[in-house]
């Protein structure tokens, strides 16, 4: 008889990461639209320690036990019955609603892409929640075009990093804020200006902006509701902006919203390509096992990590 068995992690209540539990449970079995992946690698979103901490509960209840984290990249090991496009065997990564800190995973066919060769299987995990976020908020929502100025802050996180690479890109003018030791890193990502965010106050010296990407909330995105022109637009990843703010100074404030399904097949691919042309890059801050999935949550909220924190499953 094969063992059909997997190590996973999983919470049984609301609370910090004690309730990380790594047990051994039966492997999941793929739905019709669904791929069964044998996981290598989860990117840990700050979202997935928000979610564990309960902060989502009033509007996204959780069902316990659940397994927490939906960035990942694997291998297929079997198809759902309605899937094409993919064979068993491939590497892949994308997203899951299934939670991905486990040895075994499912995700739906249309939410996950092919890996190139040349991006490790870490790197992979880093890109859905970081790059298509910053993707969507950029491109989606905010319509970045050429020769606009877009202000990014966490300019060295998992979003920030990708969100002044794609600008960049695009031909914008990027600023972005900081810590005083990641200024020259996200200068290097293409920011024509850093600011330490501890040493100065961005909207004392920016005005007439035309996107701002908040991945900071607070009192963040009300003060950056002042550096934009009229008609600019702020996007935030965390939360729904004051409108009454917005419309008494002329411009847009939004939440990032995104497409269904989302990621697609074809924004994973996209991003993936542009990463093994080596236009963009991405940056690993720290790898864990999975056995040491509380210590690479504590390290995600800490909420100065420089990139992506990544669980290795293989």
Not at 12 to 40: A, F, M, W
Request: net charge neutral.
């Amino acid at each position: 008889m094969p063992d059909l068995t997997m190590q996973a992690v999983r919470v049984y209540q609301y609370g910090d990461s004690d309730q990380l539990q790594l047990e051994t449970i039966l492997r999941p079995q793929p739905k019709p639209d669904e791929v069964l992946v044998r996981n290598h690698a989860v990117g840990i979103l700050p979202a997935d320690c928000k979610t564990r901490q309960g902060y989502f509960k009033t509007f996204r209840p959780l069902t316990f036990p659940y397994i927490p984290g939906s960035a990942f990249a694997g291998v297929i090991e079997s198809l759902g019955a309605d899937v094409t496009g993919f064979h068993v065997g491939q590497a892949v990564f994308g997203r899951t609603t299934n939670g991905a800190s486990a040895e075994y995973l499912t995700a739906a066919a249309n939410t996950i892409a092919l890996k190139p060769d040349t991006i490790s299987f870490a790197e992979a995990a880093t890109i859905s929640g970081g790059a298509t976020t910053a993707w969507s908020v950029l491109f989606e929502n905010a319509d970045l075009q050429s020769g606009q100025r877009v202000l990014i802050h966490a300019a060295a996180g998992g979003v920030g990093l990708f969100a002044v690479q794609f600008a960049h890109w695009k031909g914008a003018h990027v600023i972005g804020t900081a810590s005083g030791a990641n200024l020259d890193f996200v200068r290097s990502l293409g920011a024509k200006t850093v600011l330490d965010y501890n040493a100065v106050r961005f909207e004392e010296s920016l005005t007439d902006l035309d996107v701002v990407l908040d991945a900071v909330g607070g009192d963040t995105t009300q003060r950056s509701m002042h550096v934009l022109k009229t008609g600019g637009i702020l996007v935030s990843i965390l939360g729904q902006p004051d409108q009454s703010e917005a419309q008494k100074l002329g411009i847009r404030a939004m939440n990032n919203t995104v497409t269904q399904p989302y990621p697609s097949t074809q924004l994973l691919q996209t991003i993936a390509g542009l990463m093994a042309a080596g236009t963009i890059k991405t940056t690993i801050a720290q790898e864990f096992s999975l056995a040491d999935v509380r210590l690479a949550h504590q390290r995600v909220e800490t909420g100065h990590s420089r990139g992506r924190v990544v669980l290795q499953v293989a």
